[in-house]
């Protein structure tokens, strides 16, 4: 290879690196190099070789728009920091952090460490997980005068009330379907993410790229919450909780996870 | 390909395999942002990841590509 850069993975501990010797690592992002850790004082950043040419700047644009070169390499970014992160406590980096020269992720190591330093301990025995939350609009819809407080207590008015005022009183139900739905969605969303706020130690609402309709209904909302290691069962539990609990209004949850921290290591924009 | 599971919540636990996409989204969109001597912007970042969701059929032909590429290793 001609001239090389640093492509940097994710940032640890020294003493945590050094129980993981590059051999045992999973494949550098390009296949010519191997990972290596770059240590100063107690941290280590995990890094890998690659040419110079391919990732400057220009070259670097060009590439990411290919989805095949792209996802190749962020899957084995994603594969390097996750079997990390299942043996240490580690600061993911986002993909494509590169150094023209190994002193500069020295330097970098050297500059940030106190900040390194604290986001480590931020994160010492919690994992990410996430939490999708879909919604089935048919089911939901169909269920809508039982699932809102409002309209369920215009159905039992309407039962009671004469013929006359029974027939304007659905009439009113109708029109209110569509924004008691769009209303519940909102209600059940809020209440998944109090609930398991109380589980974990933080969250973020993450935004929604594009509306993924799947079996499971449209993607309405996107969690992340950052969990102990030592709590995951409990917070699993509430999960499962919502789940049953709003499963009659079509909502379905999804937890994925264990993640490497990737939504709680910000902080340090520079 | 990534081990993390994803779990549909409900009356059973089910395991899936991770899509792909929840995966680029994690490491594309997130982690912490520490300024390399080249780093990707992140409104460039956003391009990708937009190109990427919207052209699922590339993201499935990548997917493809990265398993043999993985098991020929």
Avoid at chain 1, 51 to 72: F, Q
Avoid at chain 1, 110 to 136: A, F, M, P, T, Y
Avoid at chain 1, 195 to 219: A, M, P, W, Y
Avoid at chain 2, 10 to 30: A, I, P, Y
Wanted: hydrophobic share 40%; with cysteine; aromatic share 6%.
């Amino acid at each position: 290879m001609s001239e090389l850069a640093y492509y940097v993975y994710c940032i640890a501990e020294s003493t945590a690196a050094a129980q993981l010797p590059v051999d045992s690592l999973p494949v550098a992002i390009e296949d010519a190099s191997k990972l290596e850790w770059i240590s100063v004082n107690a941290l280590a950043a995990l890094a890998s070789q690659v040419p110079r040419a391919t990732y400057s700047e220009e070259n670097l644009a060009e590439h990411l728009t290919d989805a095949s070169w792209t996802a190749i390499r962020a899957m084995r970014h994603e594969t390097v920091v996750e079997y990390v992160a299942k043996r240490a406590t580690v600061i993911p980096l986002r993909f494509g952090t590169i150094y023209l020269e190994r002193a500069g992720v020295e330097q970098m190591l050297s500059d940030k460490s106190r900040e390194l330093e604290s986001i480590i301990e931020q994160l010492r025995g919690r994992e990410e997980w996430g939490v999708n939350v879909h919604c089935d609009p048919a089911v939901l819809f169909s269920r809508i005068t039982s699932v809102s407080p409002v309209l369920r207590d215009l159905v039992e008015r309407a039962g009671q009330a004469s013929p006359g005022q029974s027939y304007l009183m659905q009439k009113k139900i109708e029109a209110l379907r569509v924004d008691e739905a769009r209303a519940a969605v909102n209600r059940i969303v809020d209440q998944i993410e109090d609930k398991l706020k109380e589980q974990s130690d933080d969250t973020r609402r993450l935004r929604i790229l594009k509306v993924e309709t799947t079996e499971d209904g449209e993607l309405k909302a996107k969690f992340a919450f950052l969990v102990k290691r030592a709590g995951f069962e409990e917070f699993r539990d509430a999960a499962e909780h919502l789940a049953q609990e709003h499963q009659n209004a079509g909502v379905r949850l999804e937890l994925t996870g264990p993640w490497p921290v990737y939504n709680f290591c910000e902080g340090l924009q520079n | 390909m990534s081990d993390f599971d994803q779990m549909i919540v409900g009356e059973e636990w089910e395991s899936t395999d991770l899509s792909l996409l929840e995966t680029l989204d994690h490491v594309l969109n997130r982690g912490l942002v520490i300024a390399g001597e080249i780093t990707i912007s992140v409104a460039d970042i956003d391009l990708i990841f937009v190109g990427l969701n919207v052209m699922v059929s590339s993201v499935e032909t990548a997917k493809d590509v990265l398993r043999k590429h993985e098991t020929t290793e």
